[in-house]
């Protein structure tokens, strides 16, 4: 039997080009799909009002590190350099699948919460085979659209971490690929989670790069983070080493060489930007106009939640701010007017939805309201205080909205917060990261005392 749901008479910003925004518009959705998008539609289906509502295409995270979760806030005033002692050095070598399981289940509703449908999981804590297995549980179990990119065990800093000579266990990731994602048409797909040169000695990264290519899996990879990464030249090291490709995605990329901008670009590779913690952090610039002006379609990421706010609303503000501040002190130091093509808030809702679809291989499913597509959905409460009046909308959902004004979020057709609240043991969810959080900090301060 055919299961519709209609969302009726919101506000919606399709972001597919060819039928744009609808003042007042209906989506139909039938068993799981996108049926239909037009300003009145009628079906026998289950009604959702969506008056005074703003209906979206769900929002894509394209690299988080999920695991995360259960050390919230640890980290709240870390630079980068501090990031690696604190958090992989001293925590990420306690964790347990038990708390893999907690961080992942908790991160993923925690992105539902906040109309993140989409999620690139950046799994760098696989310390044991049991680890990726209970990373995978938990995002199942959240009901979430994810890239589970699997990655090295992060059991000691200096040898995963600093030249490393230990390449990420290729059988185990086979397993993984075989065990569950055996079809790449699933809410849960795979990629590889790589450290790349600067990281790692010439063999490791190549035979990283060549495990993804026998598995036919997408590779992701941080690179030009902080000026010691940037000044690795990573992509050039991999441009020497003929690994680059259309199937590869570069994380934060501020201290690009501007060929490397074009290597990026000229091979069909993509970009992930995590402005929260690169202004905060000490990475650089966020550098989305750039990755624009190469004719790349950069896309958003929240990257750690020890350090920084979980909501793609926070990485929307940031990026945009960052840009326009960058470009308005350089025009006043010049004396110079401000050019016409500085980022505008349509662009960012468009790099937080579309965008990033196309940044994890999924834009033939999700990232606009299109009929065809699975249906990510998410709406907006555009009459509450902090976004009414509504007189541009995408401006309203970049500029103004918040975690508290996600109403609705549909993936693949689930209703999963409807109302304002999850569809889902939030208590559970809590109390096992919790409990995770406990057993950490017990384990943190016995390694102390020993």
């Known amino acids: 039997m055919t299961e519709r749901i209609l969302l009726r008479a919101g506000h919606v910003l399709s972001m597919d080009p060819d039928i744009g925004e609808l003042p007042q518009g209906d989506v139909l959705i039938e068993d799981g799909r996108i049926a239909a998008v037009r300003p009145e539609i009628s079906a026998d289906a289950e009604v959702l009002d969506m008056t005074g509502r703003i209906v979206i295409p769900g929002f894509v995270d394209t690299h988080r590190h999920t695991w995360e979760a259960s050390i919230r806030n640890v ?265 016409d093509t500085m980022l505008t808030a349509r662009q960012m809702l468009e790099t937080a939805t579309r965008n990033g679809a196309h940044v994890a291989g999924l834009e033939d499913r999700t990232g606009s309201l299109t009929p065809g597509k699975r249906a990510d959905v998410v709406a907006i409460d555009a009459t509450a205080l902090n976004v009414a009046p509504v007189h541009d909308a995408a401006a309203a959902v970049t500029l103004s909205a918040d975690v508290s004004n996600v109403e609705t979020v549909i993936v693949d057709g689930v209703i999963h917060k409807r109302d304002g609240r999850l569809v889902a043991d939030v208590d559970r969810a809590r109390r096992l990261v919790q409990e995770s959080r406990d057993r950490l900090l017990a384990a943190k301060e016995a390694k102390g005392s020993a």
């Open 75 to 339: 980290a709240p005033d870390a630079t980068l350099d501090d990031y690696f002692v604190d958090i992989l050095d001293t925590f990420a070598p306690l964790y347990t699948p038990e708390d893999v399981y907690a961080a992942n289940l908790a991160g993923a509703l925690e992105c539902l919460n906040a109309g993140i449908t989409t999620l690139v999981d950046w799994s760098h804590i696989n310390n044991t085979p049991e680890h990726p297995d209970a990373a995978i549980r938990g995002l199942k179990e959240s009901g979430i659209r994810a890239q589970y990119a699997y990655g090295s065990a992060n059991t000691s800093l200096a040898d995963y971490w600093f030249e490393s000579k230990i390449v990420i266990p290729g059988d185990d990731v086979r397993r993984i690929r075989g065990t569950y994602f055996s079809s790449d048409d699933g809410l849960l797909t795979m990629g590889l989670a790589t450290r790349g040169p600067g990281f790692c000695v010439n063999d490791v990264v190549t035979a990283e790069w060549a495990l993804a290519r026998e598995l036919d899996i997408p590779i992701t990879v941080h690179v030009a983070m902080g000026r010691l990464a940037g000044r690795f030249g990573m992509v050039r090291q991999l441009n020497d080493l003929g690994l680059l490709g259309p199937d590869t995605t570069y994380v934060h990329c501020c201290y690009f060489h501007e060929d490397e901008w074009r290597m990026v670009a000229d091979s069909g590779g993509t970009v992930s930007i995590a402005p929260q913690v690169e202004l905060q952090m000490g990475h650089g610039w966020p550098p989305v106009m750039k990755a624009i002006e190469y004719g790349l379609r950069p896309s958003l990421s929240i990257d750690v939640v020890t350090t920084v706010p979980g909501d793609m609303f926070t990485q929307i503000r940031a990026a945009f701010a960052a840009e326009r501040a960058r470009v308005n002190a350089d025009c006043w130091k010049a004396n110079m007017p401000v050019p």
